[in-house]
């Protein structure tokens, strides 16, 4: 396919949700150190989250750049290893939280980042989540195009070690459940648009539900979350009540910059987690609408660009991409209006922090060089044409014995 120029809706949107994430924090960042600073006895200055942000943001937009410049064929020749090193670094990373190491930061029952310094930090399991899109849209391209995605020994057994692994590091061993169900996302979103056969792709829906099931019951901390979701005396409750109020009193057009009560101690992660709840009460209704609106244009512009390549490998890294970026706004969402118990998933683009913001640009700059090869009518529904293929050519064996 010849290059042609990218979908500068995409790039558009990365760059207004970075330039709001930058606003709310230079709005709330002085509340932020203050209420750190009381709970921790540190001297964090005012401006200290601010200057983070911006210099994360410069760093993503450097990161978005050289996603789009390098060439998609030199980036998938380093999908297996940018994999391997993710499953490396979380094994690491739960080796030193065992150990009781300063190098792990643990938090909320969970053990996600290695401890770089009192404002800085690095989460592994995004580079997993890179790795793990890069490596499956290999695989799954590879053997749809040798016939053999239904072959035990050469799809279904290297999928499952990948994936199980994947999940094992992050669920079972950080204990992170919330980045859990975005490598759910991926794989589920990925293996579906493959061109698998529906009834596998159920037997793995299923195991991976009875999987999370078990990781909720096999976990107190979590089977205690999920029980007191609704309570009024739990600690997940008060953030949730808080984040509800936090909306409510923002009304239709909000408090205002700087003005946020809710920040200033009473609502937990204002600037990471809760960040949605803030830009309710800075800017009100209108300015969630905004943000909803604006996530939804970029998820779209995301499917539009996957349904129009018409490389398998392309289609389903964007797929991937896609995945990753719902399953953070619908779960962040949802759990800040109280629909979906506390997960400790952030908001891309927006919430305080680097390691989700880079690997996010990474991403889309990643789409977004794809989006270039897209051709000028979508392709046809290649994965449900496979199914039925399938099922036809298996009636007719089972008709010929």
């Known amino acids: ?16 949700l970075l330039g709001v994430g930058l606003i709310m924090i ?37 990161a978005l750049v ?18 391997i090193l993710g499953l490396i670094m979380c094994g690491a990373l739960a080796l030193l ?34 790795g793990l899109i890069l490596y499956l849209a290999g695989l799954m391209a590879e053997r749809k195009k040798e016939g053999k995605l239904e072959s035990w020994s050469d799809f279904w057994l290297p999928f499952m070690i990948v994936c199980g692994l994947s999940l094992l590091f992050v669920v079972v061993i950080q204990r992170d ?7 759910m ?50 600690s997940d409750s008060y953030h949730i009540e808080n984040a509800m109020i936090a909306i409510g009193s923002g009304g239709l057009m909000g ?47 995301l499917l539009r660009t996957a349904s129009f390549l018409h490389d398998d490998e392309q289609e389903l890294v964007v797929v991937g991409i896609f995945a990753w970026i719902t399953a953070h706004v619908v779960v962040n969402i949802a759990a800040m209006t109280g629909l979906l118990p506390l997960t400790g998933i952030t908001l891309p683009l927006l919430s305080y922090g680097g390691t989700s913001m880079l690997f996010t640009a990474v991403a889309l700059g990643l789409a977004l060089q794809l989006s270039c090869y897209t051709s000028r009518e979508p392709r046809a529904d290649k994965a449900t044409e496979q199914r039925g293929t399938a099922s036809h050519r298996q009636s007719l064996n089972r008709r010929l014995s």
């Open 66 to 83: 050289l996603a789009f410049k390098v060439p998609y064929g030199v980036v998938r020749k380093f999908g297996k290893v940018v994999l």
């Open 185 to 234: 996302a991926i794989i589920l979103g990925m293996l579906f648009m493959s061109g698998v056969r529906l009834r596998y792709f159920m037997m793995v829906l299923g195991i991976i539900l009875v999987c999370g099931v078990l990781a909720i019951v096999t976990s107190p901390h979590r089977v205690e979350r999920l029980l007191t979701f609704s309570s009024e005396e739990s």
């Open 97 to 130: 939280a065992v150990a009781g190491s300063s190098l792990a930061k643990c938090e909320l029952g969970a053990c996600r980042w290695f401890n770089l310094g009192s404002l800085l930090s690095f989460q592994p399991a995004e580079v997993l989540k890179l």
């Open 26 to 62: 230079y709005a709330i960042g002085p509340m932020r150190a203050n209420v750190v600073n009381a709970a921790y006895g540190t001297d964090v200055g005012e401006n200290s989250f601010f200057i983070h942000q911006v210099a994360c943001v410069i760093v993503a937009i450097l």
């Open 177 to 183: 459940l919330g980045t859990g169900v975005t490598l």
């Open 1 to 16: 396919m010849r290059k042609h120029k990218s979908d500068r809706i995409i790039g558009a949107l990365t760059l207004v």
């Open 255 to 301: 408090v205002g910059p700087g003005n946020s009560v809710q920040a200033t101690g009473y609502l937990p992660e204002s600037i990471n987690d809760s960040v949605f709840a803030v830009i309710g009460e800075t800017f009100g209704f209108v300015g969630l609408l905004a943000i909803v609106i604006c996530f939804t244009t970029l998820l779209l512009r």
